[in-house]
């Protein structure tokens, strides 16, 4: 099943039937500054996100409260989302709030923009889960680290022209690690289509959903056309 759809989630997201997903595995705009100084290159990066509109946050606690019905319980709530440093602490506080289990895995970075002003560098992204007590983590000793190294696939950026796109092995092992095949899979941000090329591969349903036409049409083209390669 593949079912992808173009437009603004927070509407969209009501015509998807409650209690038929599995997992929500997405990447929504992070709450980033873009204030400050920064190298060209990193300059550049940033009106790119900017024009995209996908620096400015969006409403973490509407986004929760909205999802939260297309579990099939709320043992079984399962999300898996990559988010800003400032924006841990809206999803840490709704797991606390609502008993229910959590954990910060990280993707490390080999390849950051260089920063020439006073702050770290930005070599690493967060992805937090939530999850029901009746959801257990699948996977093995090779899924299962917390930490995930790899550069920043420049050629897939290339390709799919997203400036945020993330890599299909970092996907994959959480779909692996919190789903299994046939689950259905959703991502309400899905830019380029990177989770449902990852949903391809391992067998999983998918429903995506992305509000900019171009990057729709990007998305669309990319996972009809996807060959699945971990068959
Ligand atoms: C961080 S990017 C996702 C990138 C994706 N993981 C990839 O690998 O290509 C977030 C995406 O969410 C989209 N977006 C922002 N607000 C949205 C909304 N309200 N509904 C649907 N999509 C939205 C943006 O256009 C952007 O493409």
Same mark, same amino acid.
């Given at each position: 099943m593949l079912n992808l759809l173009n437009g603004d989630c927070l509407e969209l997201m009501k015509t998807i039937p409650d209690k038929s997903v599995d997992m929500i595995l997405t990447d929504p705009p992070y709450d980033i500054s873009l204030g400050g100084g920064g190298c060209l290159k990193g300059r550049a990066y940033k009106d790119e996100i900017s024009d995209l509109s996908i #620096? #400015? &946050?969006?409403d973490v606690q509407l986004f929760l409260d909205l999802l939260?019905? @297309?579990? @099939? *319980?709320k043992q079984q709530f399962n999300l898996v989302v990559f988010c800003s440093r400032t924006q841990i602490i809206e999803y840490l506080k709704y797991a606390d709030l609502n008993s229910i289990q959590y954990g910060v895995g990280v993707w490390h970075k080999s390849n950051p923009i260089p920063h020439c002003n006073n702050t770290y560098l930005s070599d690493v992204e967060y992805i937090i889960y939530l999850k029901g007590k009746s959801v257990k983590i699948g996977g093995d000793y090779s899924t299962k680290s917390q930490v995930y190294k790899s550069a920043t696939n420049r050629k897939d950026k290339r390709n799919? @022209?997203?400036?945020?796109i993330k890599p299909i092995p970092l996907l994959e092992k959480y779909l692996i690690n919190h789903s299994s095949e046939c689950d259905v899979v959703f991502d309400?941000?899905? &830019? *380029?289509g990177s989770t449902g090329v990852a949903c391809k591969n391992l067998n999983r349903k998918f429903i995506g959903i992305e509000k900019d036409e171009a990057y729709f049409n990007i998305a669309k083209d990319r996972i009809e056309n996807h060959e699945v390669t971990n068959a």
């Open positions: #620096n #400015n &946050g969006f939260t019905c @297309k579990f @099939k *319980s799919f @022209k997203h400036p945020t309400p941000f899905m &830019g *380029s």
